[in-house]
């Protein structure tokens, strides 16, 4: 049984903690026990929801209290899932698990008006979380999440409804790497001032709102700005988000003089490869010319051997 890493979400005076969420890993067919430690002292809400398709965030089970029972959420079965919990641990059992339960869980307590959560992501052997269409056996409890594409340098302005009738507590975080809670900013009420989590630049930052919505805006995007962003409010102590997805696309002049510099490689890339071919040939010509050379046959013949005179016979010299 492993215990998720706890991730402190909501709070004004410290640093919003993140780190690589708990991998379970099972086999098809077995079942899944999540678990994650009950940080806070009091009898306090309680539940369970995961994100959906990497983009949605969608409701499984709840708790008001201890001693009330575990309400499930829209579309999730009871008989695939059951929430159980004791004076230190949140559990969610996840029966015969198939490949559609794959992805990334969280636990949140609400303590003190203030949401904290746990992650851990669970690991179907053999599968593929991005070719799985999550939407079979859950319903999401957001819309679908809004797109808002940017060029780098652009300022993008995030917005989300603020479907809370009441004053409450309100923030925006984001998914860093797919797995890692990010906090950004955090408004306890509409009278409160804005607080930025540490290492979160201002200058590159700005929460606003008024009556009917919440803002995120973020000056002069770049590549590492892009992901998934969640604002979120409590109401009755319940947690309710909605998500946006930024994408940062290259401009026209850069899309532009990437595909020159495409263009000019493929045709230094198409010289160089004619040149070898050339090369090549002009060495085959001309091993083929040294093997059509005739060589001529040197024949060696010993010297003739100088007669030794003969005796009894007379030599006359003519003139």
Same mark, same amino acid.
């Given at each position: 049984m492993k215990t998720f890493t706890l991730i402190k979400a909501l709070s004004l005076c410290s640093f919003c903690s993140t780190s690589v969420p708990v991998s379970v890993e099972v086999q098809p067919g077995e079942d899944a =026990?999540? !678990?994650?430690?009950? $940080?806070?002292?009091?009898?306090t809400n309680t539940y369970w929801f995961r994100l959906v398709n990497r983009t949605e965030v969608s409701c499984v089970a709840m708790m008001i209290n201890s001693y009330s029972e575990v309400s499930y959420c829209d579309g999730v079965k009871k008989s695939k899932f059951e929430m159980t919990s004791n004076t230190s641990n949140l559990f969610l059992e996840i029966k015969q698990v198939d490949v559609s339960d794959s992805g990334l869980y969280f636990c949140g307590f609400n303590k003190e008006g203030k949401l904290y959560f746990s992650t851990a992501r669970l690991s179907i052997t053999g599968s593929d979380e991005q070719d799985v269409d999550m939407d079979i056996k859950y319903k999401s409890s957001t819309s679908v999440p809004v797109s808002v594409e940017v060029q780098p340098g652009e300022d993008a302005t995030l917005t989300c409804a603020n479907i809370s009738k009441y004053d409450t507590v309100a923030y925006w975080f984001r998914l860093v790497n797919r797995t890692e809670v990010s906090c950004v900013a955090v408004r306890i009420s509409s009278y409160s001032e804005v607080s930025y989590y540490d290492g979160v630049q201002k200058s590159k930052f700005e929460m606003?709102? &008024? =009556?009917s919505n919440l803002f995120l805006k973020i000056k002069q995007v770049d590549v590492s700005d892009s992901g998934l962003y969640f604002c979120g409010f409590n109401i009755?102590? $319940?947690p309710y988000f909605n998500t946006t997805r930024l !994408? $940062? =696309?290259?401009?026209?002049? %850069?899309?532009?003089l990437t595909s020159v510099m495409l263009g000019v490689l493929t045709v230094l890339l198409i010289i160089g490869i004619i040149g070898l071919v050339v090369q090549y040939r002009k060495l085959q010509t001309e091993y083929g010319h040294c093997e059509d050379l005739n060589y001529a !046959? %040197? &024949?060696i013949q010993r010297k003739a051997r100088r007669r030794e005179p003969e005796p009894n016979v007379i030599y006359a010299a003519t003139r």
């Open positions: =026990t999540l !678990t994650c430690a009950n $940080i806070s002292k009091f009898d606003t709102y &008024n =009556t009755d102590g $319940i !994408t $940062i =696309t290259e401009s026209d002049e %850069v899309a532009a !046959t %040197v &024949n």
